[in-house]
Nanobody, 119 residues
Framework: QVQLVESGGGSVQAGDSLRLSCAASGRTFQVYRMAWFRQSPGKERDFVAS????????DYADSVKGRFTISRDNPNNMLYLHMKNLKPEDTAIYYCAAQDTTRPGYGYWGQGTQVTVSS
């Protein structure tokens, strides 16, 4: 089992920056790819960014390219999402997710952290 806990959300103004964190615990040695997803009210959960175990391979949704940066600190079992130039449309609950060797797809999810961007 892997447990994920997000933090760092909050209410900011458009153009501001914010850093989300995700602390992983449990059988983290089984975790390889990690990601951030987000969900706005009335919408489906959308992919935001993902990162390989080594950190050498990253992927981003077109809507956040150039503004968001995903990173991870493996020795400390942390995942980050650095967000800059935030827009009102970035308002959502942000979820951390992890893939491991025991479940298909992203089998582990955090509880989410709210990000609200006002214009």
């Amino acid at each position: 089992q892997v447990q994920l806990v997000e933090s760092g959300g909050g209410s900011v103004q458009a153009g501001d920056s914010l850093r989300l964190s995700c602390a992983a615990s449990g059988r983290t040695f089984q975790v390889y790819r990690m990601a951030w997803f987000r969900q706005s009210p009335g919408k489906e959960r959308d992919f935001v960014a993902s990162i390989s175990r080594s950190g050498g391979n990253t992927d981003y949704a077109d809507s956040v390219k150039g503004r968001f940066t995903i990173s991870r600190d493996n020795p400390n079992n942390m995942l980050y999402l650095h967000m800059k130039n935030l827009k009102p449309e970035d308002t959502a609950i942000y979820y951390c997710a992890a893939q491991d060797t025991t479940r298909p797809g992203y089998g582990y999810w955090g509880q989410g952290t709210q990000v609200t961007v006002s214009s």
